[in-house]
């Protein structure tokens, strides 16, 4: 058993987070992550409005009555949202785990604490995790230069990262991005985080609703096959490498403005391949760990073959340095 303070604070069997994902953080998955004994987060603004996301919050708990939370992400976007009302539904429907990301919690934070609501809030720098830690967060999760969606612009990724932040931060540390198996586990673990957090390789799981062409297109794919767009912007997202991402780099680079690529990048077309299975359909979200991932599992599979490989290798470890030479 891996014990610490991220499955004491969120009530959870395993120190793994299923962090949120757009279009694909739904009940079916994130209620199998619950049952897996791991922390899944719905994704709010997957819901089109704040009453669907208290009737998505109502359907997970009929598939689930262990813990599970909410991701509430805040950044600019072609439609504003009204983030506030999220939070509102997310604290009305007893929601009691909430991640936040995209940028400081801070407005967010008395309407949580008041309602008792534990925050785990996800950023790309030491810096904002500090900022984070001092605005009363219970815990942040450290997205490397790795990870699938926004990684920030500063580059750095998690073997430097996680060390760099455990040195600031009292709070625990989820380590985020690049993570897919036990060995990823342990590492993150000896690193200085207590927990890991993963996005793509909870994409590539049986109950992730998304179409299994994707799904298979990730079990191909190697680790030399994401893209950065957006990089000019100073707007960077890691995606799955396809026409449409390299289309959007060669535009940027070219001088482009975002009204150039706007079409482009429209969070419809990037639904629309998780629909239809069409991986050129759109951008769609994957980290650089898709190298790594080389089977479709159940959650419950994944879940417990993965601290299952951490535990043996922190036990061998172990034992290596206890064996006399
Ligand atoms: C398809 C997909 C959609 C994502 N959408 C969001 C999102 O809406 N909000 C968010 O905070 N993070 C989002 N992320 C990032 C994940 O929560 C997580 O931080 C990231 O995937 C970790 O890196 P990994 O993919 O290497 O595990 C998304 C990731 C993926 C793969």
């Not at 899944?40 to 997970?60: F, H, N, S, V, Y």
């Not at 690049?178 to 990823?184: A, F, L, M, P």
């Not at 080389?294 to 290798?313: F, G, K, Q, Y």
Request: glycine share 10%; hydrophobic share 45%; proline share 6%.
């Amino acid at each position: 058993m891996l014990t610490n303070r991220i499955t004491e604070i969120f009530g959870v069997e395993h120190p793994i987070v299923q962090g949120g994902m757009q279009w694909i953080g739904r009940a079916e998955l994130v209620s199998a992550v619950a049952n897996a004994g791991a922390l899944g987060m719905l994704t709010a603004l997957t819901q089109p409005t704040p009453r669907d996301l208290r009737t998505e919050i109502a359907r997970c708990r009929d598939m689930t009555d262990k813990p599970f939370g909410v991701n509430l992400t805040v950044l600019p976007s072609i439609r504003p949202m009204p983030h506030m009302e999220y939070a509102e539904a997310i604290v009305e429907s007893g929601i009691t785990i909430v991640e936040t990301a995209g940028s400081n919690p801070a407005p967010f934070m008395p309407l949580f604490d008041a309602a008792g609501v534990k925050v785990i809030h996800k950023c790309t720098s030491v810096r904002h995790a500090i900022k984070a830690q001092q605005v009363g967060v219970a815990a942040v999760s450290v997205d490397g230069f790795e990870c699938a969606g926004h990684p920030g612009e500063d580059d750095v990724p998690n073997l430097v990262l996680i060390p760099a932040a455990r040195a600031a931060l009292d709070i625990p540390i989820v380590a985020s991005g690049g993570i897919g198996t036990g060995r990823g586990l342990a590492a993150a673990l000896m690193l200085g985080a207590e927990g890991v957090n993963m996005g793509t390789r909870f994409m590539c799981t049986v109950e992730a609703p998304l179409h299994d062409n994707v799904k298979r297109a990730m079990v191909e794919a190697t680790e030399l096959q994401t893209d950065l767009i957006m990089r000019p912007l100073r707007n960077t997202a890691r995606v799955a490498r396809n026409s449409v991402s390299t289309e959007i780099i060669r535009i940027l680079d070219g001088g482009g403005v975002f009204e150039d690529v706007r079409e482009l990048v429209a969070g419809a077309r990037g639904r629309t391949v998780y629909e239809t299975g069409d991986v050129e359909a759109g951008i769609w979200t994957a980290g650089l760990v898709v190298g790594l991932i080389d089977d479709i599992p159940t959650c419950a599979e994944l879940v417990s073959r993965m601290v299952a490989e951490a535990e043996a290798l922190i036990c061998g470890a172990v034992a290596m340095i206890a064996a006399p030479v």
